[in-house]
Structures are given as structure tokens and as C-alpha cells.
């Protein structure tokens, strides 16, 4: 961040007075620019005792499956954005909802907020961002092409929760350290 988007001057990278970190701070009319973590949101949709992935038609990890998520939106609920995600990469309406794991990603200033939800009447195409959709069992997901790890994490934690009989809400975090990911559940 080079200029402030409220007056345009530039900007330096300093702890304001009463902060303990480094703010982007303009010179000119002390407007703090704070950055905080991104929050993704999505779902597990369920259907028929299987789960449906979507794989990926945009970047990062085109061609990689994933579960449907993505960015929040402003004046959206948590709820609200995983519904909507649904629709926008799997035209997928889903009810019954409920919360099923947060996972925190410091390293790449992210906060995943994950939801289980049943497929209504389990109709499901293609959306925009997905190149194909499909439903899968345990047995047949594609394990080795999973976009991102924090999915691959949720959908193990899945699998457990559904050999027990049980699901939980998880939380926990993913860290990088020396170049390895650190899982880490509460």
C-alpha cells in the first residue's frame, strides 16, 4: 500500500500512537489503513450419504477439487456467503446448515468458516469458477488433487466425524514453520 484511499497522500508503514503493530499511516491526514484476515466461507454439501466437490476453473489450484467457498462478501452473514458460494460454483441450493469447522491460517491471513449442509432435491451443475462438480464417498474422492490443505484437513475431520456417528464443531489452526504445515486442533 503506497497511497491513502482517502486523500491520496503517501503513506508510511509506522506504529500509530496506542498501537502495538505496524499500520500503514498517511502523513498527511493520519488516516490508519488497518489489514486484517480474509474470511472464507463454504460448505460440505451433502447428498445421498456422498459429498459434492467442485474443481477449480480459476486460480489458485485451477483443476484442483475443493469444497464450494470463497471470500465473504461486505453485508453478507457467514451463513449467507457459504449459501451463496454454493450457488455461484456448484448451483447448489443447500438448507439445514450447520457449522462444522474454523480453521485459522495466519501465514496466508485467512479464516475459514466451513458448514454442513443437505443438498436440496441434489441438483448440482457447473458453476462460473467450477470446471465439472461431482459427488463422491470417502472411498472415492481424489485425495492426491485437493486444491488446498485446510480442505483436505475438513473433509478428514468429515469422514471421522461420520465413522463415529458423531459431528463435532472443530476448530484449530494451519501454520507454516521451516516450509512445513503444522496442524494444530482445539
Known amino acids: 500500500m503506497n497511497y491513502c484511499s482517502h486523500c491520496g497522500s503517501s503513506l508510511i508503514y509506522t506504529i500509530p500512537d496506542g498501537d502495538s503493530l505496524h499500520r500503514h499511516v498517511c502523513q498527511q491526514c493520519d488516516t490508519i489503513h488497518y489489514q486484517n484476515p480474509k474470511i472464507i466461507t463454504g460448505t460440505i454439501p451433502e447428498w445421498d450419504n456422498k459429498i459434492l466437490l467442485c474443481k477449480r476453473a480459476i486460480e489458485p489450484r485451477h483443476g484442483l477439487w475443493t469444497l464450494p467457498a470463497g471470500f465473504m462478501e461486505n453485508n453478507e452473514t457467514t451463513i449467507e456467503g457459504a449459501l451463496r458460494e454454493s450457488r455461484e460454483e456448484a448451483n447448489a441450493d443447500l438448507s439445514n446448515l450447520s457449522l462444522f469447522c474454523v480453521f485459522s491460517i495466519p501465514h496466508i491471513s485467512q479464516v475459514y468458516m466451513i458448514y454442513r449442509g ?69
Not at 469458477?129 to 463422491?136: A, G, K, Q, R
Not at 466425524?161 to 504445515?181: A, M, P, Q, Y
Request: hydrophobic letters at 35%; a negative charge.
Open 118 to 186: 443437505d443438498i436440496n432435491n441434489g441438483h448440482a451443475s457447473p458453476g462460473a469458477e467450477s470446471l465439472d462438480v461431482n459427488f463422491f464417498n470417502e472411498n472415492t474422492i481424489p485425495w492426491s488433487e485437493m486444491a488446498f490443505p485446510v480442505i483436505t484437513e475438513t473433509l478428514k475431520l468429515y469422514y471421522k466425524d461420520k465413522r463415529n456417528g458423531i459431528f463435532k464443531t472443530h476448530t484449530g489452526d494451519i501454520v507454516r514453520h521451516n516450509n512445513e504445515l503444522i496442524i494444530t486442533h482445539y
